[in-house]
């Protein structure tokens, strides 16, 4: 019978363990086939009556006895392994695991860790293989079915730990969690050899984490705790590695701190609000837990833009329920009244939007909801910041045809996010669907519901063959949008088609507005080194002939297509200073080119 054959014949042998010595008192030895029994080295043991019947292999003995397992081959001197008493050959990944190390000490080259990490490296005889079941500690064997692992190892890829493609791991267990600070290179160490030492208490990081020391591992639980850790708002990136303890995991949770506190100052000029003074600060220092303030303003020569936001985000530790307020004024030339139709005073228009919102964050089961209430208010105006009501068409600018809508709305957003990590996504898929309704009250008494849909599916690729985790990763990302209005719309409140979010080859707004839209993106990203990365990408939307429903049908007298596409290319490069900065050069399916400059990928 042929039982196993590795570029050498193993001969598998049962003798009792004494005094770190193996006897002879009682073995097992499986006959080999003429040509394979003159390769192998014989034994100095005497062989004695054996059992092979399905659907498992078995050996008389006494159960007062403790056997070993004996692999033995013609360039091995032989790796003994301890096996606990029992009358069936049931692998104990303790005592395996544990002796086989012992072996790999003594520099015996033993047999017994590629069976364990893989059976089909043993090239296992079908006879056998096919009516064996090898059982232990959750671990099923079925042949050559190697969809779990019994040895307790895990490998890091593409920024989380992943034990195997077929899920949890009944078999390994986690030891202890740790969490390990380091820098923008990943490195947990500085320059003088000494640990990076963190801000953010590591007893407030576990508590965060559902995975704890003694469970067994699941790769859906960590998905949860990196999902947890990205919304506290205080890490720019996590990481998951394993390690391997004896036959246990620690599972390592490597952790890129954000700064305490930040502060940008810039300026900028432009025929519109003249020169403006853009100033930053954000603080993650408030409160005992992860609150955060941030705040935005931007003085000009013409205007006063601020945007002030206060965020407690959901603590899992106390479940304690995540809130944000904020409030903002923001000025922008209208990307819904543009294409030369002006005012009639030649002006552009523009739109002057304020306001704020209440939010609250929870979890939901897989999901996370998000309920919120929010005050909008938006006039249209010139560059002197006097009320527009029309254009020089005499098409009306708001819904409520004085110049100024506002919108009191209830909105309630839910995601499910299956990313394999949400800070460096290379698989898995995110799903985003909201509904907004509006409020009778106020300028305009709007009544109306905005549906959304976002779908994000990311596949991994090797076509590079990087095996750098940290690196950007290869992957293919598709993008697929959806919405509609559904009641009164406010011409501001049309959805805008084209630009750096949109279709890329256009300016924003240029494709069209429309009460409805359909947006899909594809984009091949790979990695050019660990810190740069390239992407090919394309773009389609449409207004899905929805641009005459729009009060004043803004886009259908400006001549905006309502469908296009654009393709193009880009470069992506991490910053440890300001993330990941993106490029984009994209030309429209009407040939005009336009380049892109920002933060972050696209979707």
Known sequence: MRILNIQAIAILTLATWAGGELGAKAATEVKLAEAEAAAADSLSINPVAVEAPSPSVKVKSSPSKDFALVLKTARSPGAVVEMPESDQFR???????????????????????????????????????????????????????TSSLCNGQARQLEGTAQVSQAGDVGGIYVAEVKIRFVN????????????????ISEDFIRGELKLKAGDNYSQDVVRSDLQQLQQLGLFDMVTVSTEEVGTDINVIYNVQ?????????????????????????TDRTLGTNP?????????????????????????????TLGYSVRTFRDRRTSEIFNNDINLPNGNRVREIRMGGNLAFT?????????????????????????????????????????GV????????????????????????????????????????????????????????????????????????????????????????????????????????????????????????????????????????????????????????????????????????????????IRFDVGVSDGGDIKFVLGTRQRF
């Open 91 to 145: 692998f104990d990944r303790n005592d395996l695991t544990a002796k086989a190390r012992s072996t790999r000490r003594k520099r015996r080259e033993s047999l017994i860790i590629p069976m364990l990490t893989d059976f089909r490296s043993l090239d296992i005889s079908p006879d056998i293989s096919q009516k064996a079941g090898i059982e232990q500690a959750g671990c099923l064997f079925h042949g050559n079915d």
């Open 405 to 580: 809508d506002e919108l009191y709305t209830v909105s309630f957003g839910a995601t499910l996010d299956r990313r394999n990590n949400p800070f460096n996504p290379s698989s898995g898929s995110v799903l985003s669907l909201s509904t907004e309704q509006s409020i009778p009250l106020g300028q305009g008494n709007i009544v109306s519901n905005k549906l959304l849909a976002n779908y994000i599916q990311y596949i991994p690729l090797n076509f590079l063959g990087r095996g750098d985790t940290e690196a950007l990763p290869e992957t293919l990302a598709f993008n697929l949008q959806a919405g509609t209005v559904i009641g009164d719309l406010a011409p501001t409140e049309a959805f805008r088609l084209g630009g750096r979010n949109s279709v890329r080859g256009y300016d924003t707004g240029d494709l069209g507005s429309g009460r409805s839209y359909f947006l899909a993106s594809g984009e091949y990203r790979f990695p050019v080194s660990r810190d740069v990365g390239g992407v090919i990408f394309v773009d389609f939307a449409s207004d899905l002939g929805t641009g005459d429903s729009v009060l004043g049908k803004p886009a259908v007298v400006r001549d905006k297509p309502g469908t296009g596409a654009g393709f193009g290319v880009g470069v992506r490069v991490r910053s440890p200073l300001l993330g990941l």
């Open 184 to 199: 923008s290179k990943g490195e947990a160490v500085d320059k003088q050899g000494n640990p990076i030492q963190g801000r």
């Open 291 to 319: 609150q955060r303030l941030s705040v935005e303003v931007q003085p000009s020569l013409r205007d006063f833009e601020y945007d002030v936001q206060f965020v407690s985000p959901y603590v899992a530790a106390t479940d």
């Open 362 to 402: 929870k979890p939901l089961g897989d999901w996370r909801g998000t309920l919120g209430l929010n005050y909008t208010n938006i006039s249209t105006r010139d560059r002197n910041l006097n009320i527009a009501r029309r254009d020089e068409l005499g098409n009306p600018l708001t819904f409520s045809g004085t």
């Open 257 to 281: 701190e954000r700064s305490a506190r930040s502060f940008g100052v810039s300026a900028s000029l432009s025929d519109d609000i003249g020169l403006a003074i853009p100033l930053s600060y």
